[in-house]
């Protein structure tokens, strides 16, 4: 369903001067200085399957935030090539990208993004408002979500009467609201309370593999990636070091990094799972 080769992200005036720069195995830092760029994601290659619900991994400033950006051009590519279901987004034009954006692929924010203005309802609506969708068609679609998020009821509330851990449920319902065949999540329950993050974390899973939908998700919670993830890819200053399920970084980590990385958390249990999932790994 996605599929990134080679691809470089560049920020700086002169990108074609850091990536001779930086295709080095050992890039000259000095030289970047100079530059003045900074290298955001260096020849990522990834393949996500349909389905797939695959988490990117890593410290602040490894690339993870950026390279999800990329898929949608949200983030510009400096150099390599992205693909949905086969087609290479990178050739085409501000229309058919807008079409993308608003029909295939969803995405929610760590800081929800929701307008304070607007009901509850009306934010889960607003993609399918943009798409020019009747009023009643989009208010059902709405109060459909709202259920399958767990804010049945909730649809003529304001955004501000909501807890943070509410507010992210109706980002969620609004990346659905357009089926997507993608959902991009940046961070999406890290500024939560723990219990709530886990109940959230247990909702997305179970509706995750009920709706099919193919999910990148990025966080820097070893735990989080083990617990909701299909494979996880480590990050590490722009690269990927290394992409397998959470028993595969555990037990035959790539380098030093990964096994310093991971060898605190927690192998996840079936317990952990919603009983669906729970089911297919057993």
Known sequence: MIELEDVWKVFGTDE??????????????????????????????????KGELVCLMGLSGSGKSTLVRLVNRLLEPSTGRVRI?????????PKSLRELRSRRIGMVFQSHALLAHLS????????????????TQR???ADELLVRVGLEGLGDRRITALSGGMQQRVGLARALAADPDI?????????????????????FMALSRELGKTTVFVTHDVDEAFR???????????????????????????????RRFVQ??????????PPAKARAIA
């Open 16 to 49: 074609r001067a850091v990536l001779v720069e930086t295709r080095r195995p050992e890039p000259d830092e000095d030289v970047l200085k100079r530059l003045r760029a900074v290298v955001g994601v260096r020849g990522a290659s990834l393949c996500v399957k």
């Open 85 to 93: 279901d086969g087609s290479d987004i990178l050739s085409i034009g």
């Open 120 to 135: 509850v309802r009306d934010n889960v609506a607003l993609p399918l408002e943009i798409r020019g969708v009747a009023r």
């Open 139 to 141: 208010e059902d679609r």
């Open 183 to 203: 959902l991009l999540m940046d961070e999406p329950f890290s500024a939560l309370d723990p219990l709530i993050r886990h109940d959230l974390q247990t909702q």
């Open 228 to 258: 909701i993830a299909d494979r996880v890819v480590l990050m590490r200053a722009g690269r990927i070091v290394q992409v397998g399920t959470a028993d595969t970084l555990l037990s035959q980590p790539a380098d030093d990094y990964v």
């Open 264 to 273: 605190n958390a927690r192998r996840p249990a079936l317990s952990d799972f």
